[in-house]
């Protein structure tokens, strides 16, 4: 499994963006796909997730009313629709996926970093005061 994530860049605070993760190669039988996110100095946080059904999606405390999940299956893409932008939504932003065929082994699989086996290469969203 091969992730690009893309649509980063810089945005004043009340503003938008969207991001798009692709995923090529095998990918039948993938869990659940999520975004994270790792700003300057922080760990890598957990950002918003949701199943390859399209049919369950959750989000940080931090971004929910804020960011939309959602995916496109025919595509192959994953999307993160980002509204109210804050300085502090600042980061590079990564999307991640399992191993294809993983079943989760807690109920938070979402947020559970080691549940996921690939990593796209980031991509850097910027937002001033």
């Known amino acids: 499994v091969q992730l690009q994530a893309s649509g980063g860049g810089s945005v004043q605070a009340g503003g938008s963006l969207r991001l798009s993760c692709a995923a090529s190669?095998?990918?039948?039988?993938?869990?659940?796909t999520s975004w994270w996110r790792r700003a300057l100095g922080k760990e890598r946080e957990f950002v918003a997730a949701?199943?390859?059904?399209?049919?369950?999606?959750y989000y940080a405390d931090s971004v929910k009313g804020r960011f939309t999940v959602s995916r496109d299956n025919a595509e192959n893409r994953m999307y993160l629709q980002m509204n109210s932008l804050k300085p502090e939504d600042s980061a590079v932003y990564y999307c991640?996926?399992?191993?294809?065929?993983?079943?989760?082994?807690?109920?938070?699989?979402?947020?559970?970093?080691?549940?996921?086996?690939?990593w796209g290469q980031g991509t850097l969203v910027t937002v001033s005061s």
């Open positions: 190669g095998r990918t039948f039988g993938t869990y659940g």
């Open positions: 949701i199943r390859w059904s399209g049919e369950g999606t």
């Open positions: 991640a996926a399992p191993t294809p065929g993983s079943l989760p082994y807690r109920n938070n699989w979402y947020s559970t970093k080691t549940f996921y086996d690939y």
